[in-house]
Structure formats: C-alpha cells, structure tokens
C-alpha cells in the first residue's frame, strides 16, 4: 500500500496553514487509541487525567519555548483570533474605556473596529490607503491615558511585520501575533496580553492561545461572556467548558516538535533564511515580481508579490503553474490580488527552495 500522507505537495496557504509532516503522522498513529485509553483522543472526557496531562504538557512546553514567567497565564481559548478582537477590550478596557490602537493591515483594522462596540478606539497612525508600510514611532499619537495599546505584530494579508516592540510609556501592550508566534524570541516582559490564533504558526484551527499578565486580571466588564472573561478561564485552567481538546492535543505536538527542532531560536533563522531567498528573488528580477512593502517592515511569515506589473493573466499563469508543480494556495488575498507565500515554520527550506527554482525559472520564461 502507498502511503497516503501526500508527501509530493507543498502547502504555501496563510492559514489553516502546513502543519509539520511528522506531526500529522504521529496524530494519524494514534488517532484510534489515545495513550493507555483505547478510546480516541476525540472521544476523551476533558475532565479526565489523560486530558489533563495534555493541557498541562502543552503550557508548560509553550511557557518553555517562549520563557513565559510565573506572572503570566497561558490560555487556551475558542472564537478565534477574532474571539479576541472583542475579549481584549471586554477584559482590559477598564481603566479609561479608551484605548490606542496601531492600524497597520487589515487584521488590526478588524480588532480595533471590534473594540469600538465596548469603548473609544483611538487610531494612532494616520490613516493609511495602502498598508505597505509602518509609521515612525514619532509620528504616533499614543494617548497616555489609554487602558492599552493595540497592534497586530504581523499583519497577515499585506505582509508586513513589526521587527521591534512599540515603546508604550507603562501603557498596558496588547498584540495580536497569530501569524507569527513562535517564529522568534522577544522579551514578554514587554507586553500585558498576547494572543494567537493556531491555525497559522502552531496547529489547527479552534483554538487561540492566549498568554495574559496577572496584574490585568479580574477586571472584565459585566456583559463579558464568561468564557472570553481571562481570568475565568485562567482559575479554570482553560476548562471552563468543553474546550477544542483534539485542538489543544495537536498544538501541544506541534510545540514538541518546535523544541526538537531548534525551539525558537531554530524558527528564527529558518524564518530569515526563507524569507530571504524569496525576497532576493524578488528583488533581482529587476521588476518583474513586485512587493509593495517598505523593505524594513516586510513579513518573514507572509509574502505578497505581483507579476508583471500586476499582470493578471500571467499572475493566474504563475498560479496553475505552481499548482502542477505541487504548489498549492499561493493565491494572494482577494483585497490585495496576486500571489501570497506564507513561510510559517512548517514549511521547510527544501520547500522554500523549490518555490524559488519555480520563480527564477518563470522570470526566465516569460522576461521581455
Ligand atoms: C487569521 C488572523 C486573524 C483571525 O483569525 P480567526 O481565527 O480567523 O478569527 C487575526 N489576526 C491575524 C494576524 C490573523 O492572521
């Protein structure tokens, strides 16, 4: 019999995104009989021990990966990263119902629309038609009366990254890192609440990992829904309710194998070294592909380039070109158009590296 894990395809989509191979054959291996259960992991009451050792593995491997200090709890909690587009200001906009958001793509413009429902949403950048780059901090209008300062540290759909913390004056930091996490060290200490959902960087879709600081805790206005309160979920160790336990299972075996594979550190330099390859492509083709972003805030995780000058035609050529090839869901995101390549850490360098033969073959094919 051929093995049915379809080894011959790549997966370049922004999420649900590629999961490690191992991850999903060890998932496979053990998907009829959990452990010393015989029953499956799906059918494992959550109130159990063998669930329980599951979540716990997960924290404390997370809290390992990312050396997340006893001050801060680590959720693990549903409704995705849009779930905590309204969980952050319900739970912290308390001090001065006003908060700062940092728009800078559409995923931030999203949460900071979210939190004009429960309080005053101050945009501190200037608006911007096209996000393809990111302010400088002295042009911001951060208002030191804010219960927190919003930003989306990579901004999925138009490829553009943070590569430093905002600076807040003692303002509570909150950042979305969905597409992101795990894909390089930062100091934690920086920040009172960040969360992510899996399904980019770390698992499948149905759970958001959550990390809050214990000094924002405890105070979620009344009309929070219990289980987006983070300090309910926090006494309850996440099991408030039936939490997405087959979703917890995979994510903690896909912080296993980040550990084995360098930890963060490891992610890092593959992140670098990936995105390099394609961005130098780019850049060498003498304007053949095309990234509208500003160079020091381009994605290491999500790529946007045209073809051709935003040649259409060509651009859909690239695309069934690359699905005959084994590459699949390189389409850009409809608001942006073109092609997408989003390098989370599943994705190896070999896979990067055919990615790139394709391109430098299709400039050569089709250059005037
Ligand atoms: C995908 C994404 C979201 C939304 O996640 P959902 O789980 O679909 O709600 C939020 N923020 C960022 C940065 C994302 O990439």
Not at 13 to 41: F, M
Not at 77 to 102: C, E, H, I, R, W
Not at 272 to 287: A, C, M, P, Q, R
Not at 341 to 362: G, H, I, K, P
Request: glycine letters at 8%.
């Amino acid at each position: 019999m051929t093995d049915p894990a379809n080894t011959s395809v790549i997966n370049f989509g922004a999420g649900p995104a590629k999961i490690p191979q191992e991850v999903l054959k060890n998932v496979q291996r053990e998907l009829l009989s959990y452990a010393n259960t015989k029953i499956s992991i799906l059918e494992l009451s959550h109130r159990s021990n063998d669930f329980k050792k599951i979540i716990d593995d997960a924290q404390a491997s997370v809290r390992d990966l990312l050396n997340i200090p006893d001050n801060y709890k680590v959720l693990f909690m549903q409704g995705g990263g849009t779930g905590l587009f309204a969980a952050v200001p319900l739970n912290l906009m308390y001090k001065s119902g006003t908060a700062d958001y940092l728009v800078t793509g559409s995923w931030s413009a999203k949460a900071a629309k979210e939190a004009g429902k429960y309080g005053k949403v101050n945009l501190v950048l200037p608006k911007q038609s096209k996000y393809t780059e990111i302010p400088d901090p002295s042009t911001w209008n951060l208002d030191p009366n804010a219960a927190y300062v919003y930003y989306c540290d990579n901004e999925t759909v138009h490829g553009v990254e943070f590569n430093y913390i905002p600076e807040t004056n003692g303002v509570p930091l909150v950042a979305d890192m969905s597409s992101n996490i795990l894909s390089r060290p930062f100091d934690i200490s920086k920040f009172a609440v960040i969360f992510a959902g899996a399904q980019k960087n770390i698992g499948p879709a149905g759970v958001t990992l959550v990390i809050v600081r214990d000094d924002v805790l405890g105070n979620a206005m009344s009309v929070c829904p219990t289980i987006f309160d983070f300090s309910v979920m926090a006494n309850d160790n996440s099991v408030h309710n039936t939490p997405p336990t087959f979703q917890i299972y995979v994510m903690g075996r896909v912080f296993d194998w980040i550990k084995r594979n360098g930890g963060v550190e490891g992610m890092e330099k593959l992140a670098n070294l990936k995105s390099k390859v394609i961005y130098d492509i780019i850049e060498e083709s003498k304007g053949f592909y095309t990234c509208p972003v500003r160079r020091d805030v381009r994605s290491r995780m999500n790529i946007p380039f045209r073809i051709g000058n935003n040649d259409e035609e060509l651009e859909q050529e690239f695309l069934s070109g690359a699905v005959a090839r084994g590459m699949l869901q390189l389409k850009g995101h409809r608001s942006v158009g073109g092609i997408r390549a989003s390098l989370y850490n599943a994705v190896t360098e070999e896979d990067t590296q055919t990615l790139a033969s394709y391109m430098r073959w299709f400039y050569q094919v089709h250059r005037e």
